[in-house]
Every structure is written in C-alpha cells, then in structure tokens.
C-alpha cells in the first residue's frame, strides 16, 4: 500500500448503519452537461444490439475485483487483502479483508459469524462477544491487543477467505449485478453501482446506493425504461461524486473521473480488455 490510505470508506455504511454515521452534505450535480452525440448514440445502439456482458461472468468479475483493489490498495492483487487490517481512524473502528469490513458498522461482525457457522471453533470466534459490543462504534474494546494478529492468522484459512468472498458477494456484489441488470445496464454499468454499494452502503438513505440511484433516476432513464446508457450513468456517476464530497474521508473522486467516467466515455460498456486508468493519479492498467 502506498503511504495515502486507500482503504478509506470501503463498506462506509454496511448492513447495521449507526445513526452516528448516516452523512449530510449538498445537492446532487445535474446531469445535462453529458448529453449524447448522435455518433454516441449509433455506438450505443451498436451495442445493445450485441449480446449483453454482465459483470458475473468469471473474468469481468475478476476485473471488477481488481478495479475495486487498485482504488482502496493501489494494487491489482485483491487477493492480498484478505489479511489487511488496521484502523484508519474513519470512526468505523477497524477496517479489514478484501471489501473493507468495519468492526463499527456490523459487516465484521456478520462477516466473523458466517465463518464461525462454516468453522466452528476458529481463532476469531472468541471476539464474537467483543465485536456485538463495539458495533456502532469506533471502540476496540475487547478487540485488543490481539485481533490484528488473530486475523492475519485467519487470512491463511481458506475456509475464512471463502467467507470473506462469500459475503462479499452475498451484501455488495449479488445485489449490484442483480439492480444492474434490471436497470438494462451492461457490465460496466453493474461494475459502477457495484462501486458504489461497497462505499456507500446498501441503503436508502440519500448517500447510500439507493439515494444515488434514486437521484439519478430523478435525471435520466436507464436503458431499462427507454432511456440512453450513457446519459444515465454520467447521472448517475454525477450523484455519486456529490456523496463522495459529502464526506471528507472520500472527497478524491478520482476513482469516478479518471476510472469508471473514462471508461463510459470510450463507450466501453462490456469492460473490455484492454484497460487503463489512474486513481490518484496512479497509472494501471488490465490488458487480458
């Protein structure tokens, strides 16, 4: 990792969303700045004339990992994470593994009783107690001074990586592709709304994923209901720059701008290899 936390507001707002921690901030941006060329309009209409590519397929799902991983690691090994922990000092207690789980915002907490079902008896399950209590909260009360070690020690366990995987996909990844697809949007579009509800939460409230997407239905439609592609993602993408400066912690937006916005405007709807983007001004890129 480079010296700049990376991992700042992955999994923001998870499943349980202390009342400390539901973000204000200022209007949603308007989408009219991004209105589609008539040469826009042939690519797009090119596109959807050809099979649809979703991001659960295997290798566009390993894209959006590695998409995800060079935003919150400033690398394109995720896998590599599933040890990762520390507290960044975001007020959501630790953050650690490959989505980001948060002792404060009850994602760990589910994330370390799924693995206790699959395994019972492992070396985080002693912390089941502890990690109730500090739900909510930025407290490592009965956390420390061994948790860290404890979960460095877990990430070796295929058995807790399967589980880090699993509700990853169970809480961020499923929903995402599932909103995406019925939105008519292609892989790029589910990779943004994937993006989006691992940092802002699967939630309703006006900066979670379903606030952003509410406000960019309020400007566009998605191909679903007849509307442009494009037009509705830069929506969409223009709400969620405004819930990103809503919050200090996530105020660089380039992970929109020089990643999923450059993306969208070399009309690459399908994600398709090869890749190459910055964030924070640092250049990767996927070419297979």
């Not at 790029?188 to 952003?212: C, N, R, T, W």
């Not at 919050?247 to 993306?263: G, L, M």
Request: glycine letters at 8%; aromatic letters at 10%; charged letters at 25%.
């Amino acid at each position: 990792m480079s010296p700049m936390p990376r991992r700042i507001g992955l999994a923001a707002v998870a499943v349980t969303v202390p009342t400390a921690l539901v973000f204000t901030g200022v209007g949603v941006g308007q989408a009219s700045d991004h209105l589609p060329s008539s040469a826009d309009v042939h690519r797009h209409s090119a596109h959807k004339a050809a099979a649809a590519s979703n991001l659960d397929d295997p290798a566009k799902k390993e894209i959006a990992m590695k998409l995800v991983s060079s935003a919150e690691n400033s690398s394109l090994d995720w896998r590599a994470q599933f040890q990762y922990i520390e507290d960044i000092d975001d007020g959501r207690g630790y953050t650690a593994g490959i989505i980001g789980f948060c002792s404060g915002t009850g994602d760990m907490l589910e994330l370390v009783e799924y693995y206790t079902q699959q395994k019972p008896g492992n070396v985080l399950a002693k912390y089941l107690p502890a990690l109730r209590d500090v739900d909510g909260t930025d407290s490592h009360d009965g956390l420390d001074p061994n948790f860290t070690k404890d979960w460095k020690k877990a990430a070796a366990d295929k058995a807790f990586q399967d589980a880090q995987e699993h509700e990853r996909d169970r809480v961020y990844f499923n929903p995402a592709v599932k909103q995406g697809k019925g939105d008519g949007l292609g892989a790029l579009g589910q990779f943004i709304y994937y993006d989006a509800i691992v940092m802002h939460g699967p939630g309703d409230s006006k900066y979670s994923f379903g606030g952003i997407r509410k406000t960019a239905l309020s400007k566009a439609k998605p191909p679903a209901q007849g509307g442009n592609e494009t037009t509705y993602l830069n929506a969409f993408l223009d709400a969620r720059k405004e819930a990103m400066k809503s919050e200090e912690a996530h105020s660089d937006t380039s992970r929109v701008d020089t990643e999923q916005r450059k993306f969208l405007n070399e009309k690459n709807f399908d994600l398709t290899p090869p890749l190459k983007w910055k964030v924070y001004g640092d250049p990767f890129e996927i070419n297979s």
